[in-house]
Structure formats: structure tokens, C-alpha cells
């Protein structure tokens, strides 16, 4: 198993519009 590749599960997530730094403010 690579853990190297990141899923397209995990790309979708980050590419959201509200990351969560923004929510911890």
C-alpha cells in the first residue's frame, strides 16, 4: 500500500471553500 498516493476522497476535502483554520477563528 503507498502511503504516498492521497485518494481523491482527501482532494475533494481541501478543495472545500471553508478549510478549517477558518473555522477555528
Same mark, same amino acid.
Given at each position: 500500500?503507498?502511503?504516498?498516493? #492521497?485518494?481523491?476522497?482527501?482532494?475533494?476535502?481541501?478543495?472545500? /471553500?471553508? /478549510? /478549517?483554520?477558518? #473555522?477555528?477563528?
Amino acid at each position: 500500500k503507498g502511503h504516498g498516493e #492521497i485518494p481523491p476522497v482527501l482532494t475533494q476535502l481541501n478543495r472545500r /471553500p471553508s /478549510p /478549517p483554520a477558518q #473555522i477555528d477563528l
